[in-house]
């Protein structure tokens, strides 16, 4: 039986592709996630990633180029989503809800209803890693430099609308020009993520890394890092199970995500009721129960 | 700039002019032709019961919300400091005191994600004002409702606005840091600052301010607190008796 070996994979160019692009598309969706979830809009990642697919059918048919095509479907229905949830009268997953999947839909009526249709969409709804080319690298790679130029310039205006959107526009931040070049980016992101992740999970590969980091940390600019860099393990590391298990690298991904965020409610968990603290000038660790905030009873001495 | 807020206003001591301003989120309005002349460096308290316009023409006069009717000119356009109510606010989020504060100077801090040494420094100067620099580094979810309010305040003061709206700045707080509160605004006032802020609180402070607008739907009174704040004028706007009477 041959030795195993860890590094095996590596000697594939189309692995070690693989697993930049997932580092690369992993930390932005991670990224992206932190404002989508502090925004309370975590479905619109799965949103949006679901309305791009039937743009990308619609532009296969038209003979119009898949990723153009399904990045100007994104964008117009982001715009539409953000218009009808903030018009006040339909809350935003209601919007994402109708708009994505009428987007989808399109997609998969139009499949199902040519004859003849030849082309392949497995790897955009579960993603496939053998489906990622030399210029797909390079494409997300120019798109990861501008999302994080954007994140990084735009930081405090970015956070200040996150927080309070209102007095936000009152101090001059142009939220709705900030809003559209968000959706333009998220769109942009989503179809980057689209041969990787797939459609289909790619709402919790954005979800994920923000919940797991929010868990570890109160600090909003620690919680931008952590969500970007759980992001970038987790695609990674997941993109490496998958070509283990030789499964379809979306789902390694996203099953991966999903056990990190298990294993840092176990570590919070436990963390809360058995960590260091102090009483005075005594520091020491041992089993308690908390009452709310701060005080905490001894369970065990 | 939105087309309701105007640069028309004559006359120097005149911060800004209400005209004619009539706003309703349904059908029905909320407003119904408000005019109200705000003079610089005076200090306004809107008082009415929930539901009475106070904070739609707080939004109105933000620029937050476009009213049906009507137009709000400026002499020359103030700079602003707003607080919302704080009911408003997520307060899960995860930012500390210091960076709430920070926010009101968010165009002052360079490009970098940081705060600059500028921010940090006033950030820190208006937290002491306010008796809150012990609780910079803690995180809004911890404080209480009166310390909460303080965040808020430090915020809308912190770039040092020529004009302060503030939406219930009181509600909620103990009395002393309603009074803390007071006197705060009392010391902005004298520096220059022109101040609107909406009550429900008719003696702990309506009844300190100079001039208070009775307002239900419509402005019921509009005078110096001492004369205005009599029972026919608080049951009209709190309609225990028609106001139309």
Known sequence: MSEFNLFQPLQY?????????AILVGGMNGLLGVYIVMRGMSYIGHGLSHAVFGGAVVSHMLSINVYIGAVIWGVISSIIINRVSNGGKVRADAAIGIISTAGFAIGIFLISSTRGFTRNFEALLFGNILSITYLDMLVIALVSIVVFLFFFLLNKMILFMTFDRETARVYGVKTDIIDLAFSILLAIVIIASMNVIGVTLLAAAIVAPTISARLLTNNFNRLIVLST????????????????????????????????????????????????????????????????EHDHEHHIN | MQ????????????????KGITYGYTSIPVLENINLDVKKGEVIGLLGPNG?????????????????????????????????????????????????????????SGMMPWPSKYVRERVNM??????????????????????QKRVFLAR??????????????????????????????????????????????IVGVAMNLPRVVCINKRILADGDAKDILRGDNLLKVYGLIDSMM
Not at chain 1, 248 to 271: K, M, N, R
Not at chain 2, 6 to 17: N, Q, S, T, V, Y
Not at chain 2, 95 to 102: G, K, R
């Open chain 1, 13 to 21: 160019e189309f692995f070690i592709r693989g697993i930049i692009v």
């Open chain 1, 229 to 292: 860099v759980i992001g970038a393990l987790t695609a990674s590391v997941g993109m490496y199970l998958s070509f283990l298990f030789d499964s379809a690298s979306g789902a390694t991904i996203v099953l991966f995500s999903a056990g990190v965020f298990g294993a840092v409610v176990l570590y919070t968990s436990l963390h809360r009721v058995y960590h260091e603290h102090s009483h005075g000038r005594i520091r020491h660790r041992h089993m308690h129960i908390h009452k709310g």
């Open chain 2, 3 to 18: 087309w309701w807020l105007r640069f028309m206003c004559r006359g120097d001591d005149i911060a800004l002019r209400i």
């Open chain 2, 52 to 108: 009475s316009g106070k904070s739609t023409l707080l939004r109105i006069v933000a620029g937050l919300i476009r009213p049906w009717f009507g137009s709000i000119e400026f002499g020359k356009r103030p700079v602003i400091g707003y607080m919302p109510q704080v009911e408003s606010i997520d307060w899960d989020f995860p930012i500390t005191v210091e960076e709430v504060v920070a926010l009101g100077l968010w165009n002052r």
């Open chain 2, 126 to 147: 208006v937290l002491e004002d306010l008796g809150m620099s012990s609780n910079a580094k803690r995180q809004i979810r911890e404080l209480s409702g009166g310390e």
């Open chain 2, 156 to 201: 809308a003061i912190v770039h040092e606005p020529e004009l302060l709206l503030l939406d219930e700045p009181t509600t909620g707080a103990d009395p002393s840091t309603r009074d803390d509160i007071l006197k705060i605004l009392n010391k902005l006032n004298r520096d220059g600052a022109t101040i609107i802020l909406s009550t429900h609180d």
